[in-house]
């Protein structure tokens, strides 16, 4: 079936330190999301991404959704205590009642005061 | 605004006993989905209704699981006999609408964790 494979699958920086994860795939996807997960709770949405090569940002992060639609980044600027957590994107597909939203594995995320 | 609302947060049974999670989705939602969350994974779906109707259940492990959405707002999932293997997070989300309909933003709840000795 078809795959997101994220990267990387897990980081651990200093306070203050921009990050950069991106998700690929081998197929198209006409709607790219990425959420945010934190223990005990269910994913929370950041940043929806509709048209290939759009660029959009959400306070201290910006996504981008590639121009081949096979693949979506998600940078976090000056990170802070509070983005730790695991991020997930997530690919729209299909068409009507196929379409179907796919998940990648997710990047786990730590943050060092 | 209220979220999803999910329930039990938390369930512990011994394997081949039934277990169901409930759901209510947000007020005005019609589209409601079920994922399963293995440890470490990214969420997979198991069913997505529109309204009342299972518009793709083809995920749904259909020998042992079972869903309804009656009246096309709460839904619960359940699951007989639990296996060792059905440890994990039962999440589940909802929309205003379908995945093409330009609503399609989903809303998760928290999960209902199940371990299964």
């Known amino acids: 079936g078809q795959q997101l494979n994220q990267s990387p699958q897990s980081m651990f920086i200093q306070e203050g330190e921009d990050v950069s994860m991106n998700c690929t795939s081998s197929?198209?996807?006409?709607?790219w999301l990425w959420y945010k997960q934190e223990p005990g709770e269910g994913p929370v949405l950041l940043i929806a991404l509709y048209k290939a090569g759009e660029l959009t940002s959400n306070g201290r992060l910006t996504a981008q959704f590639g121009i081949t639609r096979k693949d979506s980044f998600l940078n976090i600027s000056a990170s802070i205590p509070s983005d730790v957590g695991i991020y997930f994107c997530?690919?729209?597909?299909?068409?009507?009642?196929?379409?179907?939203?796919?998940f990648g594995q997710g990047t786990t995320l730590q943050v060092k005061p | 605004e209220a979220g999803v609302v999910q329930s039990p947060r938390y369930k512990i049974i011994e394997k081949k006993q039934p277990v169901a999670f409930w759901c209510n989705p947000i007020?005005?939602?019609?589209?409601l989905y079920w994922y399963l969350q293995n440890l470490g994974q990214g969420p997979e779906l198991l069913i997505r209704?529109?309204?009342?109707?299972?518009?793709?259940d083809s995920q749904l492990p259909k020998d042992r699981f079972s869903a309804e959405r009656l009246k096309g707002v709460d839904s619960t999932l359940k699951i007989q006999p639990a296996e060792l293997g059905d440890s994990a997070v039962y999440l589940c989300?909802?929309?205003?609408?379908?995945?093409?309909?330009?609503?399609?933003?989903?809303?998760f709840g928290a999960g209902s964790r199940l371990t299964v000795l």
């Open positions: 007020s005005g939602h019609n589209t």
């Open positions: 989300a909802s929309s205003l609408g379908g995945p093409y309909s330009g609503a399609n933003v989903l809303t």
């Open positions: 997530a690919g729209l597909n299909g068409s009507g009642n196929t379409g179907k939203l796919i």
């Open positions: 209704y529109e309204n009342e109707e299972a518009v793709d």
């Open positions: 197929s198209i996807f006409n709607t």
